[in-house]
């Protein structure tokens, strides 16, 4: 099926996306799957430690940040004019301390954006993901290797009929944005107003304002190692992304997709429909799921996206054939990499719905996370009735 509308944020990145394109590109290495597909548990080795020298750098370059941000409100603390003080008055001093630590943050920011771009795109170079035949329906590898490298959020256009943003609060969804972004700042904020009570309980006398930006210094090398790991893992997720696929395709559907039932193949699209809109976004393993069933089926997919839902699946599917589909949406729901709190509540419908018992699928789940970012591999860790249906 086509697009309904043509996604163009697919393949037409944004100008910071296009800079880091061109500034990383270089560090590409077509070095093929070969070795990928002798030994994934060495190459997924490999990638790790990629992934722990970007965490250290980003420490150290959260560390110098904090250390800068002292330095400033130290160089402008012959600047302050105590109390009673107008705005006015400390101009000086908050152009100063303030000018420093705003300088030594945008040099952060810009080294964290390349480093992480160019340590995703050696990530994908291990795993000849960036040789991957282009699909006009699916991102591209290095476009979706720089996303992940700086955290850009995949797209939210329509695709294949489904709206990520379909029912959503638009409004929540960029608050949760800024409160994410904001984390940083209120425990830098939280760590300085405990450490300066701290000192003054403990030595009688207040403490100098650059003393106490020194104790933000962990904070910043903290949540930049906290981050950096997140950014990375994701990136492996991305590169892992087209051999994880293919391989759960091929296992889970060996006679093809299109040999399953109408009710079966109903139910992994609505699958895959329900994932993106729960979740308010198209992860690229997951659209690269879809991709692949989508060109697999002779339905009536707008008919599909737009009428059905799980509940008018339950009267078509036996109780074995419900079992698959739970199975199957869970694990559309860990190919992304984790199991959010939207997820799980879809995941509780589904189950509601087709009367599964549910109360050990955490579990199964952080054993597929498990199996997909050690081994680069769900072998072995597939379920006896998600296999028996084929």
């Not at 700086?150 to 009929?161: A, C, H, M, Q, Y």
Request: hydrophobic fraction near 45%; include cysteine; proline fraction near 4%.
């Amino acid at each position: 099926m086509k697009n309904d509308v043509k996604n163009s944020a697919l393949h037409k990145p944004s100008l910071i996306e296009r800079v880091f394109l061109s500034s990383v590109s270089s560090h590409s290495i077509n070095s093929g799957n070969a070795a990928f597909l002798e030994d994934r548990v060495d190459l997924v080795k490999k990638m790790l430690s990629i992934e722990r020298g970007f965490m250290f750098r980003g420490a150290l370059a959260g560390a110098l940040c904090g250390c800068f941000c002292a330095l400033g409100v130290e160089l402008a603390e012959p600047l302050w004019v105590d109390s009673p003080s107008t705005f006015s008055e400390l101009i000086p001093y908050y152009s100063l301390s303030l000018g420093i630590g705003a300088i030594a943050t945008l040099l952060e920011i810009g080294f964290l954006f390349w480093d992480g771009a160019r340590s995703s795109i050696i990530i994908g170079s291990l795993t000849g993901a960036l040789c991957e035949k282009e699909n006009e329906d699916l991102e591209k590898m290095e476009l979706s290797l720089i996303r992940a490298g700086i955290e850009s959020p995949p797209p939210s256009d329509v695709w294949n009929g489904i709206d990520p943003l379909l029912g959503a609060n638009r409004f929540r969804i960029i608050a949760t944005a800024i409160i994410y972004k904001l984390k940083i700042a209120a425990t830098s904020a939280l760590i300085k107003g405990l450490f300066r009570k701290i000192v003054v309980r403990l030595s009688g006398r207040a403490v100098s304002r650059s003393v106490v930006e020194l104790a933000a210094i962990p904070v910043f090398a903290l949540w930049n190692l906290f981050i950096c790991r997140k950014v990375m893992r994701e990136a492996r997720l991305r590169a892992l992304g087209p051999y994880l696929v293919e391989e759960i395709y091929g296992v889970v559907f060996p006679n093809g997709f299109e040999s399953l039932s109408e009710a079966l193949q109903r139910s992994c699209i609505i699958a895959i429909r329900d994932h993106i809109i729960a979740t308010n976004r198209r992860h690229p393993n997951v659209a690269r799921l879809g991709n692949r069933i989508f060109l697999n089926t002779n339905l009536d997919l707008p008919t599909i996206m737009a009428a059905e839902d799980v509940s008018s699946l339950v009267s078509k599917l036996t109780a074995t054939q419900q079992k698959w589909s739970f199975e199957f949406l869970l694990f559309v729901c860990v190919l992304d990499g984790k199991l959010c709190s939207k997820e799980r509540r879809m995941l509780k419908k589904w189950a509601s719905a087709m009367a599964v018992d549910f109360t050990n699928f955490e579990i199964r789940a952080s054993k597929y996370i498990k199996s997909f970012m050690e081994n680069g591999s769900v072998k072995g860790v597939l379920p006896a009735n998600l296999l028996k249906i084929s």
